[in-house]
């Protein structure tokens, strides 16, 4: 059973901090990892995608993975009131073969308090 | 360009009826998904094409399920004999192939409502 886990939340943080959010997976053969963000009401948009080890940045957002440790997270600095919704973690197990779609987390949801 | 379209935006049915949800891909994308998500829940995956075909249906909940996609393109997911459990949002993604880190780009879903 592939498991994808984050924190429910709520997660407040101030405005103009730094929001973390974390996740871990089960499958140790997963090959790319996905945040998503999604407004209530929305259907999730996507925020960034990471493959290799290490840090991606892309303006306010940092993604890091560790495939050792089997964990995911995602930084948003300078957080925004805009940045509070719900932040699903999605992991594509895909390796070659196969027909899965993307294994979700149940998302974090964030609060960035004014 | 347009992105994923889904038909309708929200469905009220009663138990015991069927129902047949749409989603149009974006133009070029060969791999299409079908995901849904209850409330307070997580997305679960149901369905994946590539092209017109299916590899697996496991994924389907039961067999009052089921999906077809015609021309490479719009993509069906028909729910016969629909009880109150079937209520979720109904959510569609394409991707342009079924590779790894592929990214799904997704519709803004079809609310069922099963009375």
Redesign the interface.
């Given at each position: 059973q592939k498991e994808?886990e984050q924190n429910s939340g709520p997660l407040s943080v101030p405005e103009g901090a730094i929001a973390s959010l974390n996740c871990t997976y089960s499958d140790r053969g997963s090959?790319?990892f996905?945040w998503?963000r999604q407004y209530s009401g929305?259907?999730?948009?996507?925020i960034m995608?990471i493959?290799s080890n290490g840090d991606k940045e892309d303006g306010r957002f940092t993604a890091q993975l560790n495939k050792a440790s089997q964990y995911v997270s995602l930084l948003i600095r300078d957080s925004q009131p805009s940045d509070s919704a719900t932040y699903?973690c999605?992991v594509?197990p895909?390796?070659?073969g196969?027909?899965?779609?993307?294994?979700?987390?149940?998302?974090t949801h964030l609060i960035i308090q004014p | 360009g347009a992105g994923v379209s889904q038909s309708p935006s929200n469905k009220v049915t009663e138990k015991g009826k069927d129902v047949e949800l749409r989603c149009d891909p974006i133009s070029g994308h060969t791999a299409l998904?079908w995901?849904r998500q209850s409330l307070?829940?997580?997305?679960?995956?149901?369905i994946?094409f590539?092209g017109n075909s299916?590899?697996?249906k496991s994924?389907l909940p039961s067999d009052r399920f089921s999906a077809e996609r015609t021309g490479g393109s719009v993509s069906t997911l028909t729910i016969q004999r629909t009880q109150q459990e079937d209520s979720a949002v109904y959510?569609c993604?394409s991707s342009l192939f079924?590779?790894?880190?592929d990214?799904?780009?997704?519709?803004?879903?079809t609310r069922l409502t099963v009375l």
């Amino acid at each position: 059973q592939k498991e994808v886990e984050q924190n429910s939340g709520p997660l407040s943080v101030p405005e103009g901090a730094i929001a973390s959010l974390n996740c871990t997976y089960s499958d140790r053969g997963s090959q790319s990892f996905f945040w998503y963000r999604q407004y209530s009401g929305k259907s999730p948009e996507l925020i960034m995608f990471i493959y290799s080890n290490g840090d991606k940045e892309d303006g306010r957002f940092t993604a890091q993975l560790n495939k050792a440790s089997q964990y995911v997270s995602l930084l948003i600095r300078d957080s925004q009131p805009s940045d509070s919704a719900t932040y699903l973690c999605a992991v594509d197990p895909y390796s070659g073969g196969g027909a899965d779609g993307l294994t979700f987390g149940k998302g974090t949801h964030l609060i960035i308090q004014p | 360009g347009a992105g994923v379209s889904q038909s309708p935006s929200n469905k009220v049915t009663e138990k015991g009826k069927d129902v047949e949800l749409r989603c149009d891909p974006i133009s070029g994308h060969t791999a299409l998904y079908w995901y849904r998500q209850s409330l307070g829940q997580g997305l679960e995956f149901l369905i994946y094409f590539q092209g017109n075909s299916a590899p697996d249906k496991s994924g389907l909940p039961s067999d009052r399920f089921s999906a077809e996609r015609t021309g490479g393109s719009v993509s069906t997911l028909t729910i016969q004999r629909t009880q109150q459990e079937d209520s979720a949002v109904y959510l569609c993604a394409s991707s342009l192939f079924r590779r790894a880190g592929d990214t799904q780009y997704f519709g803004p879903g079809t609310r069922l409502t099963v009375l």
